[in-house]
């Protein structure tokens, strides 16, 4: 029974993510992703049917073959040759074997492999681009982690801060140096910054919570993240211009390359339209033969007459169209319609492309500058507060002036950190344009 028990638990660790025993890097997140996501599972499922189809479309130039088996009973009155009603019974067994091949379809079976090729290679490019989608949405939650769990050290550092300070206060206090205002000033102010690294903690673990479920992980029990080296960040001497990365991405952005596919297989869609305009050639043959059985009369075994009526027929069917109802020219009108809408959608997939590398560019540009200007406002709000935390404690300062001097080094503090990571989010986006990995 032991045995049992440990076996089922050994089996139980095998099945637990792997995220309970190691951090995980964003590479890993990205790749994890790409695996367990659902959106993605159900692209692969649309190109595996297109795939199918791909396949049945260059079966169709094959010959069919069909066979057949039919029995009857006929009873009752029913004309005879001497123009006479009797009550006869007979029966009526048949087989047959029958076959078709295209000869000439007007070009369809050649443009119906084409379109679905076309559509293939577009459900390929659809799949890209959800894993693109996702690896950016992944890198996006991995940076908030870091964020949060950046503002959190800051925020328990502040608490480590407090408890000093109280204790200092505690001691001038002691020594009547201090008023016992003082003294539950800096008791409120411990209080606060407690609760402030209670409300940071819970927001990292919200983070990991919200990375965890877009990895499609059964629990965030467990799930850390590597915390890459992000403080050294060197600044680009200069962004890539927006229509050059425009460039690069026209050629490798799968979006694109998707509705491009779209257009051709439209274009393809008209020719099997016009197909409908050409006489159809196929050539037919077939195999049968009959056992009949009439009550009341000598009939031959089942064998011979198997034998005796077995017959041979091979053919071509020539189908001319001449007027169906105008049909075929409204198919084919149709088609050209649907032509003329996929070149927009390419247009349109062009246009909002070049919008999104601009947004990406112009925002890169901005974070830079944001992430330069906050650097320089975080060293000057620390060395005031520096300076203003030794008059505080010598007494020189009140503790009004400490906490608004405190408060505002925070703030440059927490928009130093927004920045650094929303700079770092803004530049790999810009590479990520440009078919470069997103890694840090």
């Known amino acids: 029974m032991k045995l049992k028990h440990i076996l089922l638990a050994a089996a139980w660790t095998a099945v637990l993510p792997v995220s309970a025993q190691e951090s995980w890097d964003l590479e890993r997140c990205i790749r994890y992703a790409i695996d367990h996501n659902i959106s993605i599972k159900q692209q692969e499922a649309t190109q595996q049917q297109n795939e199918i189809e791909v396949n049945?479309?260059?079966?169709?130039?094959?010959?069919?073959?069909?066979?057949?088996?039919?029995?009857?009973?006929?009873?009752?009155?029913?004309?005879?040759?001497?123009?006479?009603y009797q009550s006869i019974n007979t029966q009526n067994?048949?087989?047959s074997l029958s076959t078709s091949i295209p000869l000439f379809?007007?070009?369809?079976?050649?443009?119906?492999?084409?379109?679905?090729?076309?559509?293939?290679?577009?459900?390929?490019?659809?799949?890209?681009?959800?894993?693109?989608?996702?690896?950016?949405?992944?890198a996006s939650a991995y940076l908030q982690v870091l964020f949060n769990q950046e503002l959190a050290k800051v925020a328990h550092e502040q608490v480590q801060l407090s408890e000093e300070m109280l204790a200092q206060k505690q001691a001038y206090f002691d020594n009547g140096k201090a008023s016992e205002s003082e003294l539950y000033e800096a008791k409120s102010r411990l209080a606060q910054d407690q609760l402030s690294a209670v409300q940071a903690d819970n927001n990292c673990q919200l983070a990991l919570l919200d990375l965890?479920?877009?990895?499609?992980?059964?629990?965030?029990?467990?799930?850390?993240?590597?915390t890459p080296d992000v403080d050294f960040?060197?600044?680009?001497?200069?962004?890539?211009?927006?229509?050059?990365?425009?460039s690069t991405a026209l050629q490798i952005k799968p979006a694109i390359r998707a509705a491009q596919y779209r257009l051709e297989g439209a274009a393809k869609n008209v020719r099997i339209a016009q197909s409908a305009y050409y006489p159809q050639l196929s050539f037919g043959g077939g195999i049968g033969t009959n056992y009949y059985k009439v009550s009341g009369m000598g009939n031959n075994s089942f064998g011979s007459q198997l034998k005796d009526n077995f017959s041979q027929y091979i053919g071509l069917t020539l189908s001319v169209p001449i007027f169906n109802r105008f049909s075929t020219r409204n198919r084919v009108r149709s088609a050209r319609v649907q032509e003329i809408l996929q070149n927009w959608q390419l247009e349109d997939s062009k246009k909002t492309l070049y919008k999104e590398i601009q947004q990406a560019y112009y925002n890169a540009v901005n974070a830079i500058s944001k992430y330069e200007s906050s650097k320089t406002a975080d060293e000057a709000a620390k060395a005031s507060f520096t300076l203003l935390k030794e008059k505080y404690a010598l007494g020189k300062a009140n503790a009004t002036e400490y906490n608004e001097s405190r408060t505002a080094w925070m703030k440059t503090v927490s928009d130093r950190i927004q920045a650094k990571y929303d700079y770092i989010f803004r530049v790999k986006l810009l590479d990520f344009y440009q078919g470069k990995p997103l890694t840090y």
């Open 93 to 95: 067994t048949s087989f």
């Open 233 to 246: 960040i060197t600044l680009p001497g200069q962004l890539t211009p927006p229509s050059e990365i425009f």
């Open 212 to 226: 965890s479920q877009l990895l499609e992980l059964p629990s965030p029990e467990g799930f850390q993240i590597v």
């Open 105 to 138: 379809t007007g070009m369809q079976i050649p443009n119906n492999i084409a379109l679905a090729k076309l559509n293939l290679k577009a459900a390929i490019e659809d799949l890209q681009k959800a894993k693109e989608d996702i690896s950016v949405q992944v």
């Open 56 to 84: 049945t479309a260059k079966w169709s130039r094959l010959p069919n073959l069909n066979g057949s088996t039919s029995y009857s009973f006929n009873f009752g009155r029913s004309l005879q040759a001497d123009n006479t």
